[in-house]
């Protein structure tokens, strides 16, 4: 995952829910998993497990198990949404809305980073 951010929505009935944006890259894994699933889990970690999560950026989960290779529990919410026990805080987003980013719609030049 590139970036996300999160924020609040109160719907006509006041009750509050958590609205999360998520930008994933087409050639990524996970994207393949959003796609096919419903729901999805953001998962933020104690700075003890930084050293742990860098195999996350380093390697691919085609490739790997990288929930094994960092250590790290992967469990599953009554859904099915798969998040790690070590998390000190989940939030299982049930996905609204999808669209793909058209490159031409960006408005000033990325210098390829």
Do not use: W
């Not at 096919?36 to 989960?61: D, K, M, V, W």
Request: aromatic share 12%; charged share 20%; net charge neutral.
């Amino acid at each position: 995952m590139a970036t996300s951010c999160t924020g609040y929505f109160r719907p006509r009935t006041f009750d509050t829910c958590v609205i999360a944006t998520i930008f994933v890259r087409p050639q990524r894994y996970t994207r393949e998993f959003l796609e096919q699933e419903t729901h999805f889990s953001l998962c933020f970690f104690p700075e003890a497990q930084r050293n742990a999560l860098r195999i996350f950026g380093a390697a691919s989960g085609r490739e790997l198990d990288k929930a094994q290779a960092a250590g790290l529990t992967p469990v599953s919410d009554p859904s099915g949404c798969v998040y790690y026990a070590e998390a000190r805080l989940v939030l299982i987003l049930k996905k609204i809305y999808h669209q793909d980013l058209d490159p031409a719609n960006i408005g000033v030049d990325l210098g390829g980073t």
